[in-house]
Nanobody, 123 residues
Framework: QVQLVESGGGWVQPGGSLILSCAAS????????MSWYRQVPGKERERELV??????????NYADSVDGRFTMSRDFAKDMLSLQMNTLKPDDAAVYFC??????????????WGQGTLVTVSS
């Protein structure tokens, strides 16, 4: 079964840190650019791109709202993606989704989404 599985979400106080992980199952991430998105529950039409990393990890881009606080990385050997989130703010609270979008064709699946992991930031 082809899937992306996120983990690491939870509750944290403002100023705290969390590390999100995304593991691929049933396919290799080697031909995919990877991204993290987030969506506030109840706002299904507003899915925000948080960070993106190229297929070869040659470029990483962040939303202005998280730049300098979040760090995205990928482990090719383990087919995993991570998002280190520091100095978390209440505005960072959301469901975080992992996304894989094919950069090098051909592939069987051009785009794969994870189910999401909830991050809650409150005191």
């Amino acid at each position: 079964q082809v899937q992306l599985v996120e983990s690491g979400g939870g509750w944290v106080q403002p100023g705290g840190s969390l590390i999100l992980s995304c593991a691929a199952s049933g396919f290799s991430l080697s031909r995919y650019g990877m991204s993290w998105y987030r969506q506030v529950p109840g706002k299904e039409r507003e899915r925000e791109l948080v960070a993106a990393i190229g297929m070869r990890s040659d470029s990483t881009n962040y939303a202005d709202s998280v730049d300098g606080r979040f760090t995205m990385s990928r482990d090719f050997a383990k087919d995993m993606l991570s998002l280190q989130m520091n100095t978390l703010k209440p505005d960072d609270a959301a469901v975080y989704f992992c996304n894989a979008r094919a950069t090098l064709l051909p592939v069987t699946y051009r785009e794969v989404w994870g189910q999401g992991t909830l991050v809650t930031v409150s005191s």
